[in-house]
């Protein structure tokens, strides 16, 4: 079985420095993704996915920054391939609204958020990030 995901890297600067967004589920934190529909762009699905776990709509995101995360888990029995694919993206909000999926989340200071995140794959995409927002700047 394949499985596609899309979400973002969510960051927004603030008095105390850069935060980064991650969200509880199952005792886990993560960064929002979710399935791409048919038809969506990585992009869309994205935004989709962060409007619909965050209630954030001003996403701005930053061009040239893409990590594809691949992985296997088994659902029913069955091994499933799984793909997903994060871009960078920056907010200027920090109000949250998480959805019925989600038990809460955080902001987090770069260092904390790489303590917080629960999976490797997702520590050492914020490091990436970390790296390219650094870069960019």
Do not use: C
């Not at 109000?95 to 490797?120: L, R, T």
């Amino acid at each position: 079985m394949e499985e596609r995901s899309a979400g973002a890297v969510v960051f927004r600067d603030s008095p105390s420095g850069r935060m980064y967004l991650l969200l509880q589920n199952a005792g886990r934190w993560d960064f929002p993704k979710g399935g791409v529909e048919k038809g969506e762009s990585e992009k869309e699905t994205a935004l989709r996915e962060v409007a619909e776990e965050t209630g954030l709509m001003d996403l701005k995101f930053l061009p040239g920054f893409r990590k594809v995360i691949e992985y296997f888990y088994r659902r029913d029995g069955k091994n499933v391939h799984k793909r997903v694919v994060y871009l960078l993206a920056s907010t200027a909000s920090e109000s949250v609204k998480i959805s019925f999926e989600h038990q809460g989340y955080g902001w987090f200071p770069y260092h904390e958020a790489v303590k917080k995140a629960s999976y490797e794959n997702s520590r050492v995409t914020m490091g990436e990030a970390e790296r390219f927002i650094l870069a960019s700047a």
